[in-house]
């Protein structure tokens, strides 16, 4: 269904539910009230419910339009194909109000461009697996953001033959969204995010992100995102502290460990670096990988030296990943099973 909102506030959503949610989510757009409801995503526990100011919502939609070179660009078509739950959904939306764009809104699936023919867009947002299952239709789009979770060196290295500029999304629902993008293919790419320029940032000492908004009072928003500064406006992204293994004292980044060995595992599987309790080491890096168990041997050579230690100890395959009420994989969960499971 095309929303053009360059004249419509709404749409006539008939018995679906997806319609449903995108016009309900438009009515609290533009009621009176000076806050919309949204939900975290749950990566770290219970999704919970919070409140964002629409005046802040709408300058954080302004700035994404301007980095991208949009907001002078008339007859802006999109395509969104996320859940409506997504703030990325709520994000996009209110990008397509203020600047008049028309949308083509489809119910979320693994391949959205698989029944679009004769129609090119010049924005639209993705996860993952969308990007891989409709690499070969990426064309179609001119600018592309990727968010809700890491891309694998597969699918990056698919990105380089096409004509769309990607860009990677850094942010969460408590930001309003992204607050940084990373460009990942074509001219300019980068390997750092670079920062919406009403952003500003600092480290505590775990290294972990602090976020500042120029135009409110708050005290920063603390992340458990670890990350390397490189300069005042970016930033690379190492991985999660409340991740960090400890075994046998080490210290271990399990983000590491899943960068180094991504190659040995197909591009269509999830897969996770965790630990298990362990009664000399305390916890033991495992490797958790959705599906049907294949045969997998890790190289001894990726884990020589001081590494020896990162090489996980033990293979789990998980049928299907228990996930939170967005599509991300509840690892806390998953877990949980395996260690009931091996009596630990």
Request: hydrophobic letters at 35%; a positive charge; glycine letters at 4%.
């Amino acid at each position: 269904m095309w929303i053009d909102f360059s004249y419509e506030k709404k749409i006539n959503y008939s018995k679906s539910e997806y319609y449903k949610s995108i016009n309900d989510f438009l009515c609290e757009w533009y009621s009176d009230i000076d806050v919309i409801k949204v939900f975290t995503s749950g990566s770290t526990g219970p999704p919970k419910k919070i409140f964002l100011k629409k005046k802040y919502l709408y300058k954080r939609a302004i700035k994404t339009v301007i980095f991208l070179g949009l907001h002078h660009k008339k007859n802006v078509k999109g395509l969104l194909c996320l859940s409506p739950d997504f703030i990325a959904t709520k994000m996009f939306l209110i990008r397509a109000i203020i600047f008049k764009w028309k949308i083509l809104c489809i119910p979320s699936s693994s391949n959205p461009l698989k029944n679009i023919y004769g129609c090119n867009f010049d924005i639209s947002s993705m996860v993952p697996m969308q990007v891989i299952s409709s690499i070969e239709n990426l064309n179609k789009i001119k600018i592309l953001l990727i968010g809700g979770s890491k891309i694998s060196k597969y699918i990056k290295n698919k990105l380089q033959k096409i004509s769309t500029d990607c860009y990677l999304t850094y942010g969460m629902t408590e930001t309003y969204g992204h607050i940084a993008l990373k460009k990942i293919n074509g001219d300019n790419q980068s390997n750092y995010y670079r920062l919406l320029d009403d952003i500003s940032i600092t480290t505590d000492n775990r290294n972990c992100l602090n976020i500042y908004f120029q135009y409110t009072n708050h005290s920063p928003i603390q992340t458990n995102d670890i990350v390397s500064l490189q300069s005042k406006n970016t930033f690379e992204w190492i991985g999660r502290y409340d991740n960090i293994i400890n075994t046998g004292g080490i210290k271990v980044i399990p983000e590491l460990i899943e960068r180094k060995i991504n190659f040995l595992i197909p591009f269509y599987r999830r897969f996770f670096i965790s630990s298990i309790p362990d009664k000399i080491l305390g916890e033991k890096i495992i490797l958790v990988i959705e599906g049907k168990f294949f045969s997998i041997k890790i190289p001894n050579y990726l884990f020589q030296g001081k590494n020896k230690f990162f090489k996980p100890k033990k293979i789990y395959f998980i049928s299907n990943f228990d996930e939170n009420f967005i599509g991300k994989y509840n690892k806390k969960l998953i877990l949980e099973k395996i260690i009931h499971h091996s009596n630990l």
